[in-house]
């Protein structure tokens, strides 16, 4: 086994160097300083489409426009704050505009409670600082510091999660666009190219709400889920193939009519409806986001793939459905029954093994 | 062969109004040929007039019932209204040269029996042509390809190019294209008869959509025999003010654009030479209107946006950003990423709330003068906007003032607002009182729109003034009723919109209908609204005698019908006894009506036992209020009804009737309820039960204050103290209490 192909997931720009490298090829725009192509191309790089007889694989599915709003964003320089539902593919667009446009998506900053300011500036290597003093060698620097020194852009995860000073220390680098190393007596101005893609969890406002000051720095595109069914259905079967071919699942791919179950049911349950408006459903505390369709599916497939047959059956996804919907056993257990027989029981001949399977599991 | 230059446009397109005036000014014509009615060009004149502000629109309209109309209106990036103007400027003649108005609307009326698929067509290529592009919509693919085209050339060939293939496309599909080619004939024909008067043909510009440029180029000019054969209807024209919002719409000829204020700020910022300011000012309005309503903008949000706007813009390969990159970039930088937070101001800021204005006296229908005239008369003028607001109207005198007029200023205002409602003109809405039955009082809520003058012009067939034609609609509208309660309506609204003469027409109507009208009910509430009237018209300064001898007519009447009328089953009962209370209430308020006629008929119905005993028991309780019935007779009275023997619910039933009224002082008269516990103490088991039924539905509507009160009476009388008949009535009902309750569930009906 080739030393790539042991990795469980590589990064974005590995994952699809052919088609990065046929974009390259083929670009005839003006490519702005600091990144490796045009804005156009990158546009076609997230969006698909064909280049030079290479077909590229759209990234993101649904809405173009804010695709071109973020690539434009970062064409002037701006930082890029990505804001939506968990599960909407934030941190996914954020990895490939990142791979596109510097060939390098690995420049990021996970937001925990647990991020200090260290995090985004520097630290240091402390035997060495306290062996030799202060120097260059002695400090590490941030993913921040790296991508401000070669004109790149860094990335930075659940923004929201810092704790308020760490998202302070975003500010002055993003207004002045240097980073002061007072120890060193120097100053590190940033490259052009220089720039930040945040992403932030509409769920966890109030955690650590971004305050104004940030937030004025950044321009804030806010990512819906799939506008319908068919780009829904489309995204989840495009990730679930991804998925089963990194991961060995010794499954086959979930049938069309199994993609089309989960993503209505997930549909119906967020939108708080039955798709055809009709009927009032009880949401689940849960998030039921496009990523927990496509991580079910991937389930039901180990699943099938590890005890069962190689195909899914209604139990597999009668199981995985329990899990992604039932977060709180009590209140999600009693809207899930409820959805059971006030709709799908309704459904007729179609969903009626998926019903029956679902209802063993909720006596 | 030299050729009329043929100039394509899109209506309501300032790219294409800012490329024609050039092309004007190359050209120099002697004449100008503008598509629209050929019979509207006196129009023009006004059009251009120096008061007259853009946004305005020609209609044409029937003059028979239903009043059919056909709009053109005019922003002031309208290429025809450009080109008039610079027909005016250069004191070069200018007509249309489209089929006369009548002609449309006859065709139009045609059309509406065979449906219209035109629309649907070149929507799906419009949509397809966008899809190709890559663009939103058809609006953002016209935007980015025509609107910003500043270039010295090549804008008209691209556009008649665009309209020939669109042509390409559509042609021969439907109907309306039927009246394309009818049309383009006739344009043909004037633009020959043009070249024959001896214009030089090259010195004649044709403004056409440019749809039409092609078949101008082509088409065999219509004969004179053809344009005899012409269908056409009778109509006149006039001209009125739009708004933006209505353009906004996309309603009338030419549809319109959703974005009207948008697009004149890109047809000044074409004026001004620089296309780019309307960047600028696009999104400088949005921050303004954002800080107005207090949402904190900076400028240096301005800047991102801008620049934000200009790199979208870039992505398509357009140097100016179009409407849609502006407001993407306004949603990003100033509303956090969520549309909902700038809608407002991209409203404000993309349809604006401008309206058009227009001179006194020019080229209107003579109501929409007296439209205007009263309203300035009235004060009202500030209302005429596109935005609703409200009015508060205090009809009585002012004291203190100088003039009449002003001391009943808001009753004026009042009569020509319900003269507006009259003939359902959607100028002025009338809104809940405040106070209840205060009838100085009245709340309206203004508000001026295109389509309130276009039912002003359709009310033109009523009459000259906005009064001549509500007294003709009042009438007519008299004529056709068919029961009091409507003739009722009618001398109401007359008298509201202070017509005393309408007022004499319906009451004669009202009368006639009363002679044969035997229902009680309708004529108490009819009896009650005139009764309304005389006793409230002083305040409109109506004279209510006219309305003496019908509300006496009726009152008579009711009083020799209700006996028999009481005579019903439990369903009609409610409606009798809620008659019996308006003629009540109209009996005590005059004078002139036969009070004791009424308390005769009130004892006959107390008296008799052969009719619905909650009516008797209603009349007993007029009766008791107006201290007819003594404390001796009521008790005598409720002895006999409620006695042992008389079916129970025909017992209960008497008492709802009683208790329908003056509660207060049953409840504190207890002798009655001692009777009443006497009554019950009378029943047997299964009798009490039966009673208990009827007797828990007389109460129901009793609130609980009155029914704590009712048991506090029942306990005195039982020897209990009102803290256990508070303790009895408060405590949770024991097993055994609830199922006797749920016992009473089972109880048969069936014989009632």
């Not at chain 1, 689940?284 to 793939?305: C, D, Q, R, W």
């Not at chain 2, 209106?73 to 089929?99: G, N």
């Not at chain 2, 204005?357 to 209107?364: A, C, F, N, Q, T």
Request: proline content about 4%.
């Amino acid at each position: 086994m080739a030393e790539q192909e042991k990795i469980q997931r590589l990064p974005a720009e590995q994952m699809f160097q052919k088609e990065i490298q046929a974009l390259m090829a083929a670009e005839r725009d003006h490519i702005p300083t600091g990144w490796k192509m045009s804005p156009k191309s990158v546009l076609t790089y997230i969006t698909g489409g064909t280049v030079g007889g290479t077909v590229i694989t759209p990234k993101y599915v649904g809405n173009r426009r804010l695709v071109e709003i973020a690539i434009s964003t970062l064409v002037t320089d701006r930082a890029l704050l990505l804001i939506g539902d968990p599960g909407t593919a934030k941190s996914w667009l954020s990895e490939h505009l990142a791979a596109a446009i510097n060939g390098d998506s690995t420049k990021v900053v996970q937001g925990t409670a647990g991020t200090t300011e260290e995090h985004i500036r520097y630290s240091w290597n402390y035997a060495m600082l306290i062996a030799k003093g202060p120097s260059q060698d002695a400090m590490l620097k941030s993913p921040v510091y790296r991508a401000m020194e070669t004109g790149s852009i860094a990335r930075i995860e659940e923004i929201s999660r810092c704790a308020s000073e760490v998202q302070d220390a975003l500010i002055s680098i993003l207004s002045e666009k240097r980073l002061s190393v007072p120890e060193l007596a120097m100053e590190v101005p940033a490259q052009k190219g220089f720039s930040i893609i945040a992403t932030a969890n509409t769920r966890d406002k109030g955690v650590n709400d971004m305050s104004a000051a940030l937030k004025r720095r950044f321009n804030i595109v806010v990512l819906p889920a799939p506008a319908d069914m068919a780009t829904e259905m489309e995204i989840v079967k495009t990730r679930v193939a991804q998925l089963s071919e990194g991961f060995d699942l010794n499954a086959a791919l979930p049938e069309e009519d199994v993609v089309e179950k989960v993503v209505t049911i997930f549909r119906e349950l967020r939108g708080e409806t039955t798709l055809d408006g009709k009927q009032k459903v009880k949401a689940p505390s849960g998030v039921l986001s496009t990523a927990e369709a496509i991580s079910l599916l991937a389930n039901s497939m180990a699943l099938a793939g590890s005890f069962g047959s190689g195909v899914i059956t209604d139990e597999d996804l009668a199981a995985g459905l329990q899990g992604a919907v039932v977060k709180d056993e009590e209140k999600d257990g009693l809207a899930w029954k409820e959805y059971l027989d006030a709709v799908m029981k309704k459904r007729g001949s179609r969903w009626l093994p998926l019903y029956k399977a679902c209802k063993e599991l909720n006596p | 062969m030299r050729q009329p230059v043929l100039f394509g446009v899109r209506h309501l397109s300032p790219g294409a109004a800012w490329q024609l005036r050039r092309k004007l000014d190359e050209v120099k014509p002697e004449l100008i040929l503008v598509e629209g009615p050929s019979d509207l060009s006196d129009a023009m004149i006004s059009i251009c007039h120096p008061k007259a502000k853009p946004p305005l629109a020609m209609m044409a309209y029937t003059k028979e019932s239903p009043v059919q109309s056909i709009l053109y209106p005019f922003s002031v990036y309208s290429p025809e209204y450009q080109a008039i103007l610079w027909a005016k400027e250069h004191a070069c003649p200018c007509r249309f040269m489209d089929l006369p108005a009548g002609v449309f609307l006859s065709l139009q009326r045609r059309r509406q029996v065979e449906p219209d698929r035109e629309r649907t067509t070149t929507d799906s290529v419009y949509n397809r042509l966008a899809e190709l592009s890559g663009d939103e919509d058809h609006d953002t693919f016209w935007e980015r390809r025509f609107e910003h085209w500043t270039a010295e050339d090549g804008y008209e060939q691209a556009v008649s190019e665009f309209g020939r293939q669109l042509r390409g496309c559509t042609m021969g599909v439907n109907l309306e294209d039927a009246e394309t080619v009818i049309r383009e004939a006739y344009m043909k024909r004037q633009i020959e008869s043009a070249i024959q008067s001896g214009i030089a043909p090259e010195r004649i510009v044709c403004v056409c959509g440019a749809y039409h440029v092609e078949g101008l180029e082509s088409m065999e000019p219509m004969t004179e025999e053809e344009v005899r054969a012409l269908p056409s209807v009778n109509c006149s024209s006039t001209l009125m003010p739009y708004s933006y919002y209505r353009l906004s719409t996309r309603a009338g000829y030419g549809a319109g654009n959703k974005a009207p204020a948008y697009f004149e700020l890109l047809w000044r910022a074409m004026e001004e030479g620089n296309l780019e300011a309307a960047t600028y000012w696009y999104l400088t309005r949005i921050a303004n209107f954002q800080r107005q309503y207090g949402n904190m903008t900076s400028s240096a949000e301005v800047i991102e946006g801008v620049r934000l706007a200009k790199s979208l813009a870039m992505l398509r390969n357009d140097t100016v950003p179009c409407l849609q990159d502006l407001r993407d970039a306004a949603i990003t930088c100033m509303g956090h990423g969520q549309f909902s937070e700038i809608a407002l101001a991209a409203a404000d800021t993309e349809i604006g709330s401008t309206i058009g204005e227009l001179p006194e006296g020019i080229s209107r229908t003579s109501i929409q003068d007296d439209f205007y005239r009263q309203l300035s008369q009235l004060r009202l003028e500030a209302f005429k906007s596109d935005i609703a607001k409200p009015l508060d109207l205090d009809l009585r005198e002012k004291l203190g003032v100088q003039s009449e007029r002003a001391a009943f200023m808001d009753l004026y205002r009042s009569m020509f607002l319900h003269r507006l409602r009259i003939l359902r003109i959607d100028f002025a809405q009338v809104g809940q009182n405040r106070q209840e039955r205060a009838t100085w009082a009245e709340t309206w809520t203004l508000r001026w729109t295109p389509e309130a003058e276009i039912q002003i012009v359709e009310a033109a067939l009523l009459g000259d003034t906005i009064a001549s034609a509500a007294s003709f609609a009042l009438r007519e509208r008299a004529e056709a009723s068919a029961s009091i309660s409507q003739a009722t309506e009618i001398v109401r609204d007359a008298f509201l919109c202070g017509m005393p003469e309408t007022v004499a027409y319906a009451l004669g109507i009202l009368q006639g209908l009363a002679i044969d009208e035997a229902a009680v009910d309708e004529m108490a509430r009819a009896a009650e609204q005139l009764s309304i009237l005389i006793r409230y018209g002083d305040l409109r300064r109506l004279d209510p005698s006219p309305l003496q001898p019908l509300v006496s007519q009726l009152f008579v009447r009711s009083c020799l019908t209700l006996p028999s009328a009481c005579n019903c089953d439990a369903a009609a009962a409610n409606s009798l006894t809620d008659a019996m209370e308006r003629l009540n209430t109209v009996a005590l308020h005059h004078e002139f009506l036969e009070e004791d006629r009424w308390i005769s008929v009130l004892l006959d119905i107390s008296d008799r036992d052969d009719l619905n005993t909650k009516c008797s028991g209603f009349a007993a309780a007029i009766l008791l209020e107006r201290g007819k019935i003594g404390e001796e007779l009521l008790s005598r009275e409720m002895a006999r009804r409620l006695s042992r023997g008389i079916p129970a619910d025909l017992g209960a039933g008497w008492f709802e009737g009683l208790a329908k009224k003056n509660r207060l002082s049953l409840i504190a008269r207890l002798s009655l309820w001692r009777q009443l516990s006497e009554y019950l103490d009378t029943l047997d088991e299964g009798e009490f039960r039966r009673a208990l039924v009827f007797l828990r539905r007389a109460f129901a509507d009793f609130s609980p204050k009155e029914k704590n009160d009712v048991a506090e009476n029942l306990g005195e009388i039982w020897g209990i103290s009102p803290l256990e008949v508070a303790d009895a009535v408060m405590r949770e009902s024991t097993q055994e209490e609830k199922d006797l309750l749920e016992g009473l569930r089972d109880f048969d009906f069936d014989d009632i």
